[in-house]
């Protein structure tokens, strides 16, 4: 299995996003986003080229997850203020 390293600010994405689907959705529905989170992280893990490439520390063998962002927000705008690293 590849290491996925989850930054704080990546874990409180994950936190926030399932209470958004919890209180909006059910509880089935956040559990599946969960589920299907550490899924896909672990898939790009597999294949880090697969995922949206920034400069961070290297981690060999594995990747570090620094934002998760849903879709429809605006990455650029985040990426400009200083929420991911340029």
């Given at each position: 299995m590849a290491l996925v390293l989850k930054?704080?600010?990546?874990?409180?994405?994950?936190?926030?996003?399932?209470?958004?689907?919890?209180?909006h959705a059910g509880l089935k529905i956040a559990d599946r986003f969960l589920?299907?989170?550490d899924k896909t992280?672990?898939?790009?893990?597999?294949?880090?080229?697969?995922g949206a490439p920034q400069k961070t520390n290297h981690l060999p063998g594995g990747i570090?997850?620094?934002?998760?962002?849903?879709a429809?927000?605006?990455?650029?705008?985040?990426?400009a203020e200083g929420f991911l690293p340029k």
């Open positions: 930054r704080p600010a990546a874990r409180r994405d994950v936190i926030d996003h399932f209470v958004y689907l919890e209180e589920t299907a989170a992280f672990e898939m790009i893990a597999l294949h880090p080229q697969s570090d997850v620094v934002r998760v962002i849903h429809a927000r605006d990455l650029e705008r985040i990426i």
